[in-house]
């Protein structure tokens, strides 16, 4: 045999003394998902807010793994998935990313309700599939369109979304900046960008640097932030820019800014729903109206207040989020017991 035909037949090899994982790989609008299916230990826990911790506690070796370089990037976003909360879902999910563990992420949510209804996972119908996941901010119904087989948009509908403050912040060489704090499964501070006269077209290393700036000193005055139920649930995500020129036929833009400096290729699934929230506050969004959200890439979200609601001392709004994501690849990651770097880096 040749070694060109030995070439071709090694297409299963694999070295020995090798841990193995088996991930799908999506993308939403642009925004990548590795969705870990395989060589994930053994572990039980009475929550996904609960195996949240647990992967977060014993097992973050293995998020470093996958999502930083060599094997991802330090815009890399993924998933586990976990058992349902209690059989009222089809399964659970934690997301992790480059600094640690989300309690939410429309984009995931998106291409996982596809992902569940392509694979089979869940039995198809049509017009549509109903796909129910529980994340750790709470239980998530999403609604995948099915036309003769073909699969089309996926909507899901989030947890109560709410503003929770408005502030300032001390910008060097922007001044105060002003920003509001909402929440759509996670918190995020918005901030309009025309006002600090970005049209959202700068260079995506300048919004990084300034979204993170502006994220730290959020942290450091706008004092605790609180979910009126989950205290896990308690700390700011990212920031978001609004505002700006769209590129294409979205009404609006928003720039994402989260983690350690990731940026959000779609549009955002829950910085969506929690700038519903703020729509409705501001007047500008009633109920049953509709309105699309342009992403750094161009990709739109399509965005909608299913009601309102009271959640404690919140009026907060049932948001219905819609978008399409596709599969980019399956992939069996190795970890050989002598590498280097094998808990993975990311470059500053």
Same mark, same amino acid.
């Given at each position: 045999m040749?070694?060109?035909?030995?070439?071709?037949?090694s297409?299963e090899?694999?070295?020995?003394?090798?841990?193995?994982?088996?991930? /799908?790989d999506?993308h939403?609008?642009?925004?990548p998902?590795?969705?870990?299916?395989?060589?994930l230990?053994?572990?039980?826990?009475? $929550? !996904?807010?609960?195996?949240?911790?647990?992967?977060?506690?014993?097992h973050?070796?293995?998020?470093?793994?996958?999502?930083?370089?060599p094997?991802?990037?330090?815009?890399?976003?993924?998933?586990?998935?976990?058992?349902?909360?209690?059989?009222?879902?089809?399964?659970?999910?934690?997301?992790?990313?480059?600094e640690?563990y989300?309690?939410?992420?429309g984009?995931?949510?998106?291409?996982?309700?596809?992902?569940?209804?392509q694979?089979?996972w869940?039995?198809?119908?049509?017009?549509?599939?109903? !796909?129910?996941?529980?994340?750790p901010?709470?239980?998530?119904?999403c609604? +995948?369109?099915?036309n003769d087989?073909k699969?089309?948009?996926?909507t899901?509908e989030g947890?109560?979304?709410? !503003?929770?403050?408005?502030?300032? +912040?001390?910008?060097?060489?922007?001044?105060?900046?002003?920003?509001?704090l909402?929440?759509g499964?996670?918190?995020?501070a918005?901030?309009?960008a025309?006002?600090?006269?970005?049209?959202?077209s700068e260079?995506? $290393?300048?919004?990084?640097?300034?979204?993170?700036q502006?994220?730290?000193?959020?942290?450091k005055? $706008?004092?605790? /932030?609180?979910h009126?139920f989950?205290?896990?649930?308690?700390?700011?995500?990212?920031t978001i820019?609004?505002?700006?020129k769209?590129?294409?036929?979205?009404?609006?833009?928003? +720039?994402?800014?989260?983690a350690?400096?990731?940026?959000d290729r779609?549009?955002?699934?829950?910085?969506v729903?929690g700038?519903?929230a703020?729509?409705?506050?501001?007047g500008?969004?009633?109920?049953?109206e509709?309105?699309?959200?342009?992403?750094?890439?161009?990709?739109?979200?399509?965005?909608?207040?299913?009601?309102i609601?009271?959640?404690?001392?919140?009026?907060?709004?049932?948001?219905k989020?819609s978008?399409?994501a596709?599969?980019?690849?399956?992939?069996?990651?190795?970890?050989?017991?002598?590498d280097?770097?094998?808990?993975?880096?990311?470059?500053?």
């Amino acid at each position: 045999m040749s070694t060109f035909d030995k070439i071709r037949s090694s297409q299963e090899f694999t070295p020995e003394n090798c841990r193995e994982f088996i991930t /799908i790989d999506m993308h939403t609008g642009g925004e990548p998902l590795r969705v870990i299916t395989g060589g994930l230990p053994e572990i039980s826990a009475e $929550s !996904v807010l609960a195996y949240r911790r647990k992967f977060r506690d014993h097992h973050d070796d293995i998020r470093k793994l996958l999502m930083h370089e060599p094997r991802g990037h330090r815009d890399m976003y993924g998933v586990y998935l976990v058992p349902p909360n209690d059989e009222g879902a089809d399964f659970g999910v934690v997301f992790i990313h480059n600094e640690g563990y989300s309690t939410m992420c429309g984009h995931a949510v998106i291409a996982l309700a596809r992902l569940a209804v392509q694979a089979g996972w869940v039995e198809m119908t049509e017009p549509s599939t109903e !796909v129910i996941i529980d994340a750790p901010c709470g239980r998530i119904f999403c609604s +995948v369109e099915v036309n003769d087989g073909k699969l089309g948009t996926t909507t899901f509908e989030g947890v109560p979304s709410f !503003v929770f403050k408005q502030g300032e +912040v001390q910008i060097q060489k922007y001044g105060q900046v002003a920003y509001t704090l909402a929440y759509g499964g996670a918190f995020y501070a918005y901030v309009h960008a025309p006002d600090l006269g970005l049209n959202l077209s700068e260079p995506v $290393s300048q919004l990084v640097d300034l979204g993170m700036q502006i994220k730290r000193e959020v942290i450091k005055s $706008s004092g605790e /932030i609180e979910h009126p139920f989950e205290k896990d649930l308690s700390f700011l995500y990212g920031t978001i820019f609004t505002g700006g020129k769209p590129l294409g036929d979205g009404f609006d833009r928003n +720039v994402c800014i989260f983690a350690d400096g990731e940026v959000d290729r779609s549009p955002t699934g829950s910085g969506v729903s929690g700038r519903l929230a703020i729509l409705h506050e501001n007047g500008e969004l009633k109920t049953g109206e509709m309105r699309k959200f342009e992403s750094i890439t161009g990709s739109v979200f399509t965005g909608e207040i299913k009601e309102i609601v009271e959640y404690d001392r919140f009026k907060a709004v049932i948001p219905k989020v819609s978008g399409t994501a596709s599969i980019t690849g399956v992939h069996r990651f190795l970890l050989e017991t002598d590498d280097e770097f094998g808990s993975g880096f990311l470059l500053h």
